[in-house]
């Protein structure tokens, strides 16, 4: 088993990614650059938050176009797993992996804190770890987390089971007030029809460690972990 | 010697319009042995500009504390060094970008943190925290300030608060704390102070000598062009004037992506032992950097313009070596591997040209095309300029009597509207609102950002295993209104200050940083001011074993004739052995004994019974009489270094036996308003009621509002469990520090102080909160 978290030369969470991969949860995990069209056989696929090629223009717009980036797609149409934090969210959306798309937040601010997002499916590679309903406490830090997309895309991405997580409340009452950037249907995560591609706006490997304020983002990194162990037991 | 001959002759008019005086002048003419050509005239004149020289401030810096032995690297080099143990430093320092922020707040910010960040990677270290030490004009109208000039200052906040944020969050460096106050007489003149903190390995620090004849000189970064020229001499080293906008095209533009390529390659090509010697381009850009690295490493050096990599076409030598462009590098490289430099910028992007080489002789040549278009001693040029002996006067006393004084109420009064009214000040609230449009976690190492603790903590990860030990922990402080009553008091209260927030957090403060923010050095009054400061702060650095690493001296933050405050600005370090003992301000749980800690001597025993006169002299100072009276007058409170440094050691001591559960410093707005935090932090950042509340008695000697609302140093509170009490008791005595229970933590929402047997402040936390939380985002975005 083995991580890959692709280094833009914006990028800036990768350090931490790698931090909460390999020193957190002891995984083999190596950083992989983005001109390279090698992605050094790793099973799972991190687009870590930053700011790709500075994002400009819009965010991601360019980092689609990028070498790295063939491969990832090459990857993830094979089934391979594919995780985007933040601007690896935005890229995902951009190269069309993921549905949807950003736009600036409501209140056109950046916005760092600690939000709580739903785990609305646990069918994924990337939540089976978690309790369905489950609250996780994560922090955000972005301009353009504001997901959007056409009225019969959201719609299919409801009736697919495809928004993995839902901004909220800490008590799960009310979501709309959890809300931090204004996204549809206060959608913080999606998936893909085959679900082995996500994004989400907020940053687990920021909770990793009760020291940092909260390790609730570990599930997603665990569920990672355990649908690759799945995975190579079932072709073993 | 040929120089290009459609060059402008220098005149004395020219020379004058440099800002270079005919002494200077004459001094030129004796180190070059001839005329300067203008484009010598030019680098003369931003290299012995107030800003880049230190003129004025070199003759009272000198008498500043800078050894101790974690001192690596003092003032001189891009940033202060300390050794923090297991091979690991932190380069850390504080600079201003006052003017620039002024002029154009957005790019003036913006560039304002670039540069400081620039100066943490030049060293080698890796920055992993930035804190921004800001103040502003009045942002509500009163009777100082009209709604037009107000909102002018929230529009400049805004400016700054985005100019910060965008720099530093696509970085990728959290902005973990800081302070912001508002005072008129920043209204046209606001100050923007950065500090960035870093850390490398001890053997892998970087410094800017020039060092190997024939080595090449490496040009690194973004392009040259005609943006920023004379941002250090005529911007940063003048008042402003009512033709103040006309200079903002000498604010420079900032660039954070090409910033963060460039830290990731300086880092990368430091890595491959090729680089001898790294200076980044900030104020004077090719100039400074040139002429420093040689005039340090006592060698020449050579090189060409026409290498320069240049946005526009047509550039002059004048502009090239005057040009402030951002995110620029010059750096030395070993003879013979400059190829394996210039790969490391290449992967990453960047132009990377060779320039020109380190020579013998102690000469800068600049050649252009073939020509000659400047040829300098350097060392001469840098560390030769001139120095001023200015005139100091103290100003006459000041003549106050007990009716310019404020009035304390009569015995009995509830304060509790009072004290909602402070709380919702711009001084006092909260401010979420700015700090929550920085990226305040990045990197994963912040253990307390803004507000959770009275310094912001960082984690330290070794650079190699990823392995946590340590963390440190830094305070930024400066009271500008204490300053201008007295500014050595006012002075010596920033440092002490400082170093008690990092204490309250557990840390041990290791060394200091300062940004001194004054108004004209040609204004005796304002040489004065500055002298105190000096004195003050050698004062409080020495007793509180902190020595000063670095910093910068703003002067000439004056509009139409009128000075700043004196603001001193003192960034203080402190070190955390255990990383997971950082003390918070928060509450934790009901039942839990609020012990004020009291470091001073008179207190020990009897109680602090100073006259009535003088309580009232020195309450006139404080945040309550300037809220609810309008009254700033007397004198900053009585400051007691030792007693200080007491309360500082007890408060080490207790986190590192975890025996206390929260800590928090008495300051702004005095133990109600340290009460009512502790309560606030702990209903966290979240929606959730607040479960917390206090009840008080305070059984002071003095009047009501002084035991609420005074703010004496020296003092914290601190919550303990019960059966800890009587070890917390032992160990504040050890340390002769007076330990006073004063009340508990209950549960539920009522917060309430009771004064001599009756309720002076009887409210709820909800109701304090909302006046706390709100406020200054109300205030912010209402129009």
Same mark, same amino acid.
């Given at each position: ?236 | ?535 003050? &702060? !050698? %004062?409080? #650095?020495? $007793? ?12 000439? +933050?004056? *509009? @139409? ?113 340290? &009460? !009512? %935090?502790? #309560?606030? $932090? ?12 206090? +009840?008080? *008695? @305070? ?85």
């Amino acid at each position: 088993m083995k991580f890959g978290v692709v280094v833009f030369p914006g990028s800036n969470c990768d350090h931490d990614a790698f931090y909460a991969i390999g020193n957190v949860l002891q995984k083999p995990v190596e950083f992989i650059w983005h001109q390279s069209e090698n992605l050094a056989n790793c099973d799972a696929i991190i687009l870590p938050g930053g700011f790709s090629y500075g994002d400009y223009l819009r965010t991601g717009a360019i980092a689609r176009f990028s070498p790295v980036m063939k491969s990832v797609e090459k990857f993830a149409n094979s089934g391979g797993m594919v995780l985007g934090v933040c601007n690896g969210f935005q890229i995902l959306c951009e190269a069309g992996l993921l549905p949807g798309a950003m736009m600036r937040n409501s209140g056109l601010r950046f916005i760092c804190r600690h939000v709580h997002i739903r785990v609305e499916q646990t069918d994924t590679p990337f939540t089976n770890a978690a309790q369905k309903g489950q609250i996780l406490k994560i922090p955000i830090a972005h301009s353009d987390g504001n997901y959007t997309c056409d009225e019969a895309t959201v719609a299919d991405l409801e009736k697919n089971h495809q928004v993995i997580f839902r901004y909220t409340t800490p008590d799960g009452s009310d979501d709309n007030a959890g809300n931090p950037n204004g996204a549809v249907h206060n959608i913080a995560g999606v998936c893909n029809r085959q679900r082995n591609v996500a994004g989400l706006m907020p940053h687990p490997e920021r909770a990793v460690e009760s020291a940092l304020g909260s390790n609730d983002g570990l599930v997603i990194f665990r569920s990672m972990v355990e649908a690759l162990v799945g995975a190579a037991k079932a072709t073993a | 010697m040929a120089t290009a001959s459609t060059e402008i002759r220098v005149t004395p008019k020219i020379a004058a319009e440099h800002g270079v005086t005919r002494e200077e002048y004459a001094r030129i003419q004796q180190i070059l042995g001839r005329d300067p050509n203008v484009t010598e005239l030019g680098i003369f004149s931003v290299m012995w500009s107030e800003h880049c020289s230190y003129k004025s401030s070199k003759v009272h810096l000198k008498r500043l504390p800078t050894r101790g032995k974690l001192v690596v690297q003092g003032p001189g080099e891009n940033a202060g060094v300390v050794d923090i143990g297991d091979g690991l430093v932190a380069a850390f320092k504080i600079e201003s970008h006052n003017h620039p922020s002024y002029v154009e707040p957005f790019q003036g910010a913006t560039t304002g943190v670039g540069g400081i960040l620039r100066d943490i990677f030049t060293m080698g270290a890796r920055p992993i925290a930035v804190l921004d030490s800001l103040r502003f004009g009045e942002i509500t109208a009163s009777r100082h300030t009209n709604e037009a000039d107000a909102a002018k200052n929230r529009r400049i906040l805004d400016g700054v608060i985005r100019g910060i944020g965008s720099y530093g969050n696509c970085f990728g460096v959290p902005t973990v704390g800081g302070e912001v106050a508002f005072e008129p007489c920043y209204s046209q003149n606001p100050l923007v102070n950065a500090l960035a903190l870093g850390i490398a390995k001890k053997e892998e620090i970087f410094l800017a000598k020039a060092k190997g004849i024939g080595n090449p000189v490496i040009y690194v970064g973004a392009k040259t062009g005609r943006d920023g020229i004379h941002g250090a001499s005529l911007l940063a080293s003048a008042e402003f004037t009512e033709e103040s906008k006309q200079k903002r095209p000498n604010v420079q533009v900032g660039d954070p992506f090409m910033e963060k390529l460039l830290l990731e390659a300086c880092l990368e090509a430091m890595q491959t032992g090729a680089v001898v010697a790294i200076q980044d381009m900030g104020a004077a850009g090719l100039t400074c950097s040139t002429m420093e690295m040689a005039s340090r490493g006592g060698t020449g050096i050579e090189i060409d313009l026409a290498k320069v990599p240049q946005r526009e076409t047509g550039m002059t030598p004048y502009e090239i070596m005057l040009s402030e462009s951002q995110e620029r590098m010059l750096l030395v490289a070993e003879k013979g591997r400059e190829h394996e430099v210039l790969a490391v910028f290449k992967k990453w992007g960047l132009d990377a040209v060779v320039v020109g080489n380190v020579t013998e002789g102690g000469i800068a040549r600049i050649n252009n095309n073939g020509r000659v278009a400047a040829e300098i001693p350097a060392h001469p040029l840098a560390e030769e300029g001139p120095v001023y002996h200015r005139p100091v006067a103290a100003p006459p006393p000041r003549i106050e009597t007990e009716k310019d004084w404020f009035t304390f109420a009569p015995e009995g009064a509830n304060l509790t509207s009072n004290f909602v009214k402070l709380l919702a000040s711009p001084a006092i609230s909260s401010k979420r609102w700015i700090t929550e449009q920085y990226d305040t976690s990045v990197r994963t190492n912040t253990l307390a950002g803004p507000g959770a603790s009275d310094a912001a903590v960082v984690r330290i990860k070794d650079p190699s295993t990823g392995v946590v030990k340590r963390a440190l922990a830094l305070s930024t402080d400066g009271n500008g209104r204490w300053c201008q009553l007295n500014p050595r008091a006012g002075a010596m209260h920033a440092v002490a200050e400082a170093a008690r927030n990092v204490a309250c957090s557990g840390a041990r403060p290791i060394a200091a940083t300062n940004c001194l923010n004054f108004g004209s050095p040609e204004k005796p009054g304002v040489m004065w001011q500055f002298s105190e400061t000096i004195d003050g &702060l !050698a %004062e409080a #650095c020495t $007793a509180l074993n902190t020595p000063i690493t670095g910093g910068n001296v703003s002067f000439y +933050n004056e *509009t @139409l004739g009128k000075s700043i405050y004196p603001t001193p600005v003192i960034g203080v370090l402190g070190i955390l052995d255990d990383a997971s003992q950082v003390l918070k301000i928060a509450f934790r749980q009901e039942g839990d004994i609020i012990v004020l800690l009291d470091g001073s001597s008179s207190s020990v025993g009897a109680q602090h019974a100073a006259p009535l006169l003088g309580t009232q002299r020195e309450f006139s100072s404080s945040e309550y009489s300037k809220m609810i009276a309008g009254i700033v007058a007397g004198e900053p409170p009585a400051i007691d270094l030792a007693a200080e440094k007491r309360l500082q050691d007890c408060l080490i001591a207790l986190a590192a036996e975890g025996a206390v559960l929260s800590a928090h410093d008495i300051s702004d707005g005095g133990l109600a308003v340290t &009460l !009512a %935090e502790s #309560c606030f $932090a702990s209903a966290g950042a979240g929606l959730a009621p607040p479960a917390l509340g206090v +009840n008080v *008695t @305070l059984d002071d000697l003095s009047p009501a509002e002084a035991a609420a609302f005074g703010e004496r140093g020296a003092r914290a509170i601190v919550s303990v469990t019960p059966s800890k009490l009587a070890a917390v008791l032992n160990t504040a005595r050890q340390y002769k520090v007076a330990a006073r229970e004063i009340g508990q933590v209950t549960r539920g929402d009522a917060f309430c102080i009771e004064y001599r047997g009756r309720a002076v402040i009887d409210s709820s936390v909800g109701r304090l909160r909302d006046a706390w939380a709100h406020s200054l985002e109300r205030t912010l975005t209402s129009k």
